[in-house]
């Protein structure tokens, strides 16, 4: 259901955008998410925003780092993603909710930051 975009090869330092976008139009989202997984580690949560607010919240290895924005007319969420550090190295999940809790995951997107 959903398509994410924008991750690639960056050097310390460096930045990255992430796109999210829900094909269907129609498809009504409550709250939406990054998460993101290195090798070896379980899926954390990176960044969340719900339309309600909007309330967000950042995991703490992220704040003034990263910031997450919504397009509720579009179904899109991105993610600006600056001073990027080696450990942000991760494939970087899109998660979205509906407002009876079903969730949907996007495919994953590679974001490698080279030291």
């Known amino acids: 259901h959903l398509v994410e975009s924008g991750g690639g090869l960056v050097q310390a330092g460096g930045s990255l955008r992430l796109s999210c976008a829900a094909p269907e139009s129609t498809f009504i989202i409550s709250a939406m998410a990054w998460f993101r997984q290195a090798p070896g580690m379980q899926r954390e949560l990176v960044a969340s925003?719900?339309?309600?607010?909007?309330?967000?919240t950042y995991a703490d290895s992220v704040k003034g780092r990263f910031t997450i924005s919504r397009d509720d007319g579009k179904n899109t969420m991105s993610m600006q993603m600056n001073s990027l550090k080696p450990e942000d190295t991760a494939v970087y999940y899109c998660?979205?909710?509906?407002?009876?809790?079903?969730?949907?995951w996007g495919q994953g997107t590679q974001v490698t930051v080279s030291s």
């Open positions: 998660h979205a909710q509906d407002p009876n809790g079903l969730g949907f």
């Open positions: 925003i719900h339309s309600v607010g909007p309330h967000i």
